[in-house]
């Protein structure tokens, strides 16, 4: 134990970011203000569809041609907007203003990814509350079909044949899988690198996030938004002394064309 208080020094900066959602998805793109900010994002996708084969035969006569297929227009993709917020108490003596609003928006940066991975996965706040946003939980459908759920070989081949087979998707589709899930897809070999992304042989985009245990969910290209600055809010207690600061940043996130999901339960958790 030294004989005198250590010496304050700056504080080291952050290594690197763990691998999550922020490398899978596009953007982060910015948040359109005010109005984007204050009612969310909504646009038609460009990468859903399907297409067929059509033959080359000159039809007439007794052989008629058959009826090319009809498609309707993409649906719309809406979503609303959410906040990502830190706070911090604490007394100011010592500290100027400036340097608690660098804390607490430092702080803000450092969580933000678990948050709006938790806020995408399940489209509620932190007690529970529905944000109104386009979320995984409520748009991914069970995936049917034989498949072994303590094996991620067999749920990533299930949720990529559900992505590029039965929907017909033909961009890399994003597998957002629990944290848990990535040491199963690495001794499995599912696990490549490609650029900042990790991918599987197929190309699927891998999104290791703050998920819930027990499910994998595969979707179209997801898209992330937000402000391009955060904003700090300030109030000071006299009868206490102390300093609360608030900071906060919108978000918006959304994925296109299809949502499937498979159960994954490695050693039967």
């Not at 969580?111 to 806020?119: F, I, K, L, M, N």
Request: glycine fraction near 12%; hydrophobic fraction near 40%; proline fraction near 7%.
């Amino acid at each position: 134990m030294g004989l005198i208080p250590g010496q304050i020094v700056t504080p080291p900066e952050p290594g690197l970011r763990r691998y999550g959602l922020f490398n899978a998805a596009s953007g982060p793109l910015d948040l359109p203000a005010p109005h984007g900010e204050g009612g969310g994002i909504r646009y038609t996708p460009v990468t859903c569809g399907e297409a067929y084969a059509y033959g080359v035969t000159c039809y007439g006569g007794e052989v008629a041609a058959p009826a090319k297929p009809l498609d309707g227009g993409n649906p719309e993709v809406a979503t609303g907007v959410f906040l990502a917020l830190a706070t911090l108490e604490c007394t100011q003596v010592g500290y100027t203003e400036a340097e608690l609003r660098a804390q607490v928006v430092r702080r803000l940066e450092a969580s933000e990814q678990p948050t709006v991975e938790r806020a995408l996965w399940s489209g509620l706040d932190f007690e529970g509350n529905a944000l109104d946003i386009l979320s995984l939980d409520a748009e991914a459908e069970p995936v049917t079909g034989g498949y072994d759920p303590d094996l991620i070989t067999d749920v990533v081949g299930a949720l990529e044949r559900y992505a590029y087979t039965e929907n017909g998707y033909g961009y890399a589709a994003t597998i957002h899988a629990p944290i848990e899930a990535a040491a199963f897809a690495a001794e499995a070999g599912l696990i490549l690198q490609d650029g900042p992304r990790k991918v599987t042989p197929l190309g699927s985009v891998w999104a290791f996030g703050a998920y819930p245990l027990g499910e994998v969910i595969v979707t179209g290209q997801v898209t992330l938004w937000r402000a391009q600055e955060a904003q700090v809010h300030t109030a000071f207690d006299r009868e206490t002394n102390l300093r609360l600061m608030v900071a906060e940043r919108a978000w918006a996130a959304s994925f296109d064309c299809l949502a499937g999901r498979a159960t994954f339960t490695p050693l039967g958790s």
